[in-house]
């Protein structure tokens, strides 16, 4: 029988620390061996219990957790989720956890405290117990780019899915993508406002590329990139008689998640057919799978994130299974395999 993976909780909050450890003792395979209320705390009892991930509060007084964080990626990697405020200031400082080597991120509830205003944490802590993070570089890793310098086919529109472990996957694709190239669309995972927030780093990142989120009725263009907007509403691609243009539609989630990057797929296989490209990279869970497989079957190019590249190996490894992508590619390899993808 396997050993329950042990979880060090940190947060300046007694309730919170609670009402976390409530969620995840419900979970079978996990137990809570500690908590700490700062930094300071987690340091020792992190040399003492050997924790096989941590669950960490973004904001916290003194050394807050985007600096803590900072410290165990560089000197002792492990697994991190970060519980953050569903705020801008939140969301801002959550996506540069997530590039540092944050597994992934957990906003906690606005305003309801209720038995389940966590339930969704477990399971994301017990995929990250088994992730094992790579130690920082000394010094901040630069995008650098060994592509082809244009497209090699006229594709209408590209769209991209991702969800755990997508901020850096997107961000390594993104980034060798010359500028003046199809409009692109991504569905990634997360919650309302760091969507924004993500959009607004690749921005300032990626200079060929112009990111920011999606709005309801907005044309699509060259260079163009649309982050969907996290929260209610899901974004999808239309065709109208001057081109694309993107729409956010209210619906009920998909596969639990709105947006979803099936929704997203199925518009584009819909609307665009033949003339698209999609992708689907790392992520928990199948959504995207069935969408990328109706983009196949409209006659686009598909592609999935392998296996070994992927932080979690679920939405690809369902593509894959289900015949639904054309080519399984390593995630340094991404770039290259889309630039010179060809339409059938």
Not at 77 to 99: C, D, H, N, R, Y
Not at 147 to 172: K, Q, R, Y
């Amino acid at each position: 029988m396997e050993q329950p993976a042990k979880v060090l909780i940190v947060d300046d909050s007694r309730t919170m620390r609670a009402l976390i450890r409530r969620s995840l003792e419900k979970e079978p395979g996990l137990v809570v061996c500690a908590e700490a209320a700062n930094p300071i705390e987690a340091r020792d009892l992190i040399i003492r219990d050997q924790p096989d991930v941590i669950t960490l509060d973004v904001e916290m007084p003194g050394m807050n957790g985007l600096q803590f964080l900072d410290k165990i990626m560089r000197l002792r990697p492990i697994p991190v989720v970060m519980v953050s405020s569903l705020t801008s200031k939140g969301a801002e400082t959550a996506i540069a956890a997530l590039q540092m080597g944050a597994f992934d991120c957990f906003s906690k509830p606005a305003c309801s405290f209720g038995s389940d205003a966590f339930a969704g944490l477990a399971p994301l802590v017990k995929q990250a117990a088994i992730f094992r993070p790579m130690r920082l570089q000394v010094e901040p890793k630069a995008i650098t780019q060994h592509h082809p310098t244009a497209w090699g086919n006229d594709f209408a529109v590209v769209a991209i899915g991702a969800s755990t472990g997508g901020v850096e996957a997107l961000e390594t694709v993104l980034s060798g993508f010359p500028a003046g190239g199809p409009p692109i669309v991504i569905c990634q995972h997360m919650p309302k406002l760091f969507t924004a927030s993500f959009a607004k780093r690749l921005d300032h990142t990626l200079t060929a590329l112009s990111v920011a989120e999606s709005e309801n009725g907005e044309r699509l263009t060259p260079g163009m990139v649309r982050i969907a907007a996290g929260g209610e509403l899901h974004t999808v691609v239309e065709h109208y008689a001057d081109g694309l243009r993107a729409r956010l539609v209210k619906a009920p989630p998909v596969n639990g998640h709105s947006p979803s990057v099936d929704v997203l797929f199925d518009s584009v296989a819909t609307q665009v057919g033949r003339n698209a490209l999609g992708i689907l990279l790392t992520g928990m869970g199948q959504d995207g799978a069935k969408g990328l497989l109706a983009m196949r079957q409209a006659g686009a190019i598909t592609l999935a994130q392998d296996h070994a590249s992927s932080v979690v190996y679920g939405m690809p490894r369902v593509a894959a299974e289900i015949g639904a992508a054309c080519q399984i590619v390593p995630l340094n390899q991404m770039s290259r395999t889309a630039l010179s993808a060809h339409a059938k």
